[in-house]
Nanobody, 122 residues
Framework: QVQLVESGGGLVQAGGSLRLSCAASGRAFSGYYMAWFRQAPGKEREFVARISWSFGSTMYADSVKDRFTISVDRAESTVYLQMNNLKSEDTAVYYC???????????????WGQGTQVTVSS
């Protein structure tokens, strides 16, 4: 059974930094993509970033490019999202997800965590 457990969310001032973690277990993730999505109140869930578990290739939403960095520690089976220069519009619940397709569409992702809240104050 696949388990994705997010952690690291919290309250941070605009311009600050935060690192989210996604502990992944339940199967070998080679051949999968690991992604972060987020959902703000009253808005649709949106793509943030994704990484190939095996190859390390990355993709980012334009809104977070050059500010966020996704990475994977295969030995620890953990995916990270380093968030720098946070803005108020980054406030959302952040979710970890897996896919075999590697697209930015949420419908292609098969497994989801419960999410962790990130709140950015101005």
């Amino acid at each position: 059974q696949v388990q994705l457990v997010e952690s690291g969310g919290g309250l941070v001032q605009a311009g600050g930094s935060l690192r989210l973690s996604c502990a992944a277990s339940g199967r070998a993730f080679s051949g999968y993509y690991m992604a972060w999505f987020r959902q703000a109140p009253g808005k649709e869930r949106e793509f943030v970033a994704r990484i190939s578990w095996s190859f390390g290739s990355t993709m980012y939403a334009d809104s977070v490019k050059d500010r966020f960095t996704i990475s994977v520690d295969r030995a620890e089976s953990t995916v990270y999202l380093q968030m720098n220069n946070l803005k108020s519009e980054d406030t959302a619940v952040y979710y970890c997800a897996t896919s075999t397709a590697g697209t930015i569409g949420g419908r292609s992702y098969l497994d989801w965590g419960q999410g962790t809240q990130v709140t950015v104050s101005s």
